[in-house]
């Protein structure tokens, strides 16, 4: 299966600092990749690279064969790749059915409020439609993150975290939601921290550290991989998956 | 009732209202400040999409206000170009100059963004003073007139005297009101919240804030033109004075203090911050000191603007617009 998005040789350098180096990446439609490393191994500005928010300093972006890595932002988005955040991002004071809306008015859909209505319901918020989105809890401002993008019709959707500060229960959530997703034929690109989460369902991993690619494969391979061990997951905290 | 429909009939009562007034009001000094403040109700609605809508605090406004006033005037003495064509000439030459101007300065934010239109002010004022052969610098430019209207069946309507200019300035308002509303009401409308609100989130989503601030920028510098060459006309004369940093601290009052990124704030914070100076005259050399202390006390005490507390405590809850509620 050909891959919707690619990172060819994606290197992004902060003037003296090597944020990232020489990584490739590719995501299919129907497939969950998670990205993780240790704090500061380069996974946001991965993310904040291939969505327009950083140009790489070398290497190419690809979504359907098409370079993107010099489009902004927006038009990216609007090619149908679309993210989340680290740190929660909602239309604040507004209620939740016009923060879903931009994606859907960003796309030119006839019916932005069908389609917004659509995205609440996919992430179980249709009955809180009418709140503005700061005043709902952590956990719902989470899932408010993903009706916000699918509202834009992604083909790649990247999520940044997405059951980070969640309860079991509201990870559980997540990944049924993820699967779901999946089975959609999204293309899925997850960066997470929660090791339960990404063992579940993830279809690869991607390990990254210090900015380079050390390890790549299904997650039971990666998850076995000693410098893998070294780097991130260590080996009380394998042991720990493990059981 | 829907909110369409509530709008339009609390918009068309206000409307019969403001009919009334020259009617009303016989006395020729306060039909002076009813002009002047219909005038600068245009001017606030243009401020209101960029301050208040898009959210991006332009002290470039008076600056907009006075090149239309200057455009107008000019094409009136210099080409003898009516009123009636130098107009909707200073709204098109003021939007293509916001248009270049925002070009550069729409790609930056915060104080950078609000620097640079302080700067770009400083500099047409220098131009409307230094530029004597074209303007006749700080002497200005005097002799202008508000010629008859010609409408088709009516034949030349003489509008120079201020009963007949109220109905001008009333005009021009209710179609810049109508304008905003419908720009505001469509997708554009939502699309300038959604950027003020969360630029990097609506970026992310597809939403070009480049381009929605682009839109506010410029509708709203030709509303300030046609409104500067309004005001131009009705007193007879144009001076760099108009670049005055205390016009475009007035106009942020009036947006402010009115009730920003709401439609009908800037409207009473525009009529309000207009007769509110003008009723203190009474109290002589205290005048702009109880001004200032009531700009203090309403800043203090309604943050959001006017607009919240009156449509609290006047409006019941099922006339408000969806809106107001969800402010």
Redesign the interface.
């Known amino acids: 299966m050909s891959a919707l998005l690619e990172a060819r040789e994606v290197s992004v350098r902060f003037g003296g600092l090597t944020a990232l180096r020489d990584v490739n990446l590719a995501a299919s439609a129907g497939e969950v990749l998670s990205v993780i490393g240790p704090n500061g191994a380069g996974k946001t500005t991965l993310f904040n690279a291939i969505t327009g928010r950083i140009r790489p300093t070398q290497g190419a972006i690809l979504f359907k064969g098409r370079p993107i890595h010099r489009e902004p932002a927006f038009r990216i988005a609007q090619m149908g790749v679309v993210r989340t955040f680290q740190k929660t991002e909602v239309f604040g004071p507004l209620p939740l059915a016009e923060g879903v809306l931009a994606g859907a008015l960003a796309r030119g859909d006839t019916d932005p409020e069908a389609r917004a209505r659509e995205a609440l319901e996919t992430v179980g918020l249709q009955g809180k439609a009418h709140l503005r989105a700061d005043q709902l809890s952590y956990g719902d401002q989470r899932l408010l993150e993903i009706a916000q993008a699918l509202a834009a019709m992604p083909q790649v959707l990247l999520l940044d975290e997405p059951a980070s500060g969640m309860n079991h229960q509201e990870s559980a959530h997540i990944v049924r939601l993820i699967g779901e997703l999946r089975t959609q034929g999204f293309a899925i690109v997850l960066v997470e921290h929660n090791m339960h989460v990404v063992m579940t369902i993830s279809d690869r991993v991607m390990v990254l550290n210090y900015g380079e690619t050390i390890a790549q494969g299904h997650p039971a391979e990666v998850r076995a991989d000693p410098r893998v061990i070294e780097a991130y997951l260590g080996v009380q905290k394998t042991d720990a998956v493990a059981g | 009732m829907s909110d369409s429909t509530r709008f339009a009939l609390a918009t068309g009562l206000a409307l019969l209202a403001l009919l009334a007034v020259p009617w009303i009001v016989r006395n020729d000094y306060y039909l002076h400040l009813f002009i002047v403040s219909l005038i600068f109700v245009v001017v606030a609605l243009g401020l209101n999409l960029i301050v208040g809508y898009v959210g991006q605090l332009s002290l470039a406004h008076a600056a907009f206000f006075a090149l239309g006033a200057y455009v107008s005037a000019l094409l009136f003495l210099k080409l003898k170009w009516s009123m009636w064509i130098g107009l909707p000439a200073a709204a098109l030459l003021t939007g293509i100059a916001a248009f270049a101007l925002g070009w550069v300065i729409l790609r930056v934010r915060g104080h950078r963004f609000v620097i640079i239109t302080v700067a770009f002010s400083e500099i047409m004022k220098l131009v409307a003073t230094n530029w004597v052969d074209l303007t006749r610098g700080f002497m200005g430019l005097p002799g202008l007139q508000i010629p008859a209207l010609s409408l088709p069946g009516l034949g030349a309507i003489d509008v120079s005297s201020k009963e007949r200019f109220y109905y001008v300035v009333l005009a021009a308002a209710a179609l810049s009101f109508y304008l905003c509303y419908r720009i505001v009401r469509s997708?554009v409308g939502?699309?300038f919240?959604?950027v003020r609100?969360?630029e990097?989130?609506?970026?992310?989503?597809?939403?070009?804030?480049f381009r929605y601030c682009m839109i506010a920028f410029v509708v709203g510098a030709a509303l300030a033109g046609a409104a500067g060459a309004l005001y131009g006309h009705y007193v007879g004369f144009v001076s760099p004075d108009l670049f005055n940093f205390s016009y475009i601290t007035i106009m942020l009052i009036m947006v402010i203090l009115g009730g920003k990124g709401t439609l009908i704030g800037p409207v009473l914070g525009a009529v309000l911050f207009t007769f509110l100076p003008e009723l203190l005259r009474d109290a002589a050399h205290y005048r702009m000191l109880i001004f200032a202390v009531i700009l203090v006390l309403a800043t203090l005490f309604m943050p959001r603007g006017i607009i919240f507390p009156l449509v609290e405590h006047l409006v019941p809850r099922r006339w408000r617009t969806r809106h107001v509620r969800?402010?």
Request: proline residues 0%; aromatic residues 0%; charged residues 15%.
């Open positions: 997708s939502r699309a919240v959604l609100e969360n990097v989130l609506a970026e992310s989503l597809g939403i070009s804030a969800a402010a």
